[in-house]
């Protein structure tokens, strides 16, 4: 059972990327897909969260307008699509796999973790 989390990178303030977030070991589709971020020296936050039910999304307020989670069930990945970034996105970005249908914002909460990948925002 795994998740894996890619498309990190280093992108100038104002740029965009696109995380993409896959599963092995288990149906990626049947899970609510939280995304998270930890800077260093700060805990853990949430970023984002899609429900396995409905798609519906919830974001956090850093998020807010600027990113944008949704699921492919063909492809069985879940992205999370981030524009007009700024330097205080710089984290490493984990996507987590809830065992609650609506997710929720509590770590804890979560089964399974991808390992992470770094996104940087230079200034």
């Known amino acids: 059972v795994q998740l894996q989390a890619s498309g990190g990178g280093l992108v100038q303030s104002g740029g965009s990327l696109r995380l993409s977030c896959a599963a092995s070991g288990f149906t990626l589709n049947d899970y609510a897909i939280g995304w998270f971020r930890q800077a260093p020296g700060k805990e853990r936050e949430g970023v984002s969260i899609i429900s396995s039910r409905d798609d519906s999304t919830w974001y956090a307020d850093p998020a807010k307008g600027r990113f944008t989670v949704s699921r492919d069930n063909a492809e069985k990945k879940v992205y999370l699509q981030m524009n007009s970034l700024k330097p205080e996105d710089t984290a490493v970005y984990y996507c987590?796999?809830?065992?609650?249908?609506?997710?929720?914002?509590?770590?804890?909460?979560?089964?399974?973790w991808g390992q992470g990948t770094q996104v940087t925002v230079s200034s």
């Open positions: 987590a796999a809830s065992r609650f249908p609506y997710g929720s914002w509590s770590p804890t909460d979560y089964l399974y």
